[in-house]
């Protein structure tokens, strides 16, 4: 069966680091794309950045960009977020996510149909 494990939230000061880690197993294609996305109270999901099945792909929202760094390792089949310098507006619940049937990204790096989540990890910044 195809799975996606989130791990990595918690509590943090506004300008603080944080990491969140996605262990994904069961994709019978091999190492899918993979995105993060987050849904924030009382507000849409949004994507946050994704990575391309062979890694040299990324994206990254614009509310982020330049902050967070999306990596992943192949061996390990995991995929990281690096969160730094992070602020009150990241507080949300982050999941990651991937498309079970194709594993190649989309033109924005992203995965194509997001068919398979993560159970999502709650990632609070104080101020």
């Known amino acids: 069966d195809v799975q996606l494990q989130a791990s990595g939230g918690g509590t943090v000061q506004a300008g603080g680091s944080m990491r969140l880690s996605c262990a994904a197993s069961?994709?019978?294609?091999?190492?899918?794309?993979i995105g993060w996305y987050r849904q924030a109270p009382g507000k849409d999901q949004e994507p946050v950045s994704c990575?391309?099945?062979?890694?040299?792909?990324?994206y990254y929202s614009t509310s982020v960009k330049g902050r967070f760094t999306i990596s992943r390792d192949s061996a390990q089949k995991t995929v990281y977020l690096e969160m730094n310098a992070l602020k009150p507006e990241d507080t949300a619940v982050y999941y990651c996510?991937?498309?079970?049937?194709?594993?190649?990204?989309?033109?924005?790096?992203?995965?194509?149909?997001?068919?398979?989540w993560g159970q999502g990890t709650l990632v609070t910044v104080s101020s």
């Open positions: 069961g994709f019978t294609l091999g190492d899918p794309a």
């Open positions: 990575i391309g099945d062979d890694g040299t792909s990324t």
């Open positions: 996510v991937a498309d079970t049937a194709v594993k190649t990204p989309n033109r924005n790096g992203c995965p194509r149909v997001l068919d398979a």
